[in-house]
């Protein structure tokens, strides 16, 4: 089940919504493929919002060594290909530092971090 909220787009899918829990939310923001910036900035900025750092401090590791920001670019973004529509849809999750990072072909980009639970 999917729903919309103020904070972007929940579904059942979101490692935050099950019983076994073990992530929370921290931070979320929209990729605008035609906008300004990629999608690499787009996610480095909401990592580097629960940071509490400026985006150009996030350095370390690069997040290329953690995912192939491109390849989703292509996947879920990338321009129609000989009249196919070369638009995927779905979910990519990776892990950055402590952080899950999720992707969802939507534009939403969504941080989580361990839940306390976790951390003992």
């Not at 972007?8 to 073990?22: E, F, I, L, N």
């Not at 992530?23 to 629960?50: C, F, K, M, N």
């Not at 996947?75 to 999750?93: L, M």
Request: aromatic fraction near 8%.
């Amino acid at each position: 089940m999917t729903g919309k909220s103020d904070s972007g787009t929940r579904s059942d899918d979101d490692p935050a919504s099950g019983a076994d829990t073990h992530w929370s939310q921290v931070a979320q923001r929209h990729y605008e493929p035609d906008g300004r910036g990629g999608l690499t900035t787009t996610i480095v900025s909401a990592i580097a919002e629960v940071e509490g750092v400026s985006p150009t401090d996030l350095k370390s590791p690069p997040l290329y060594e953690s995912v192939d920001v491109s390849a989703i670019e292509d996947a879920f973004f990338g321009r129609d290909v000989e009249e196919a529509s070369r638009q995927g849809v779905g979910t990519v999750e990776f892990q950055y530092t402590r952080y899950l990072v999720k992707v969802r072909s939507d534009g939403w980009i969504q941080v989580y971090e361990p839940s306390e639970a976790e951390e003992v």
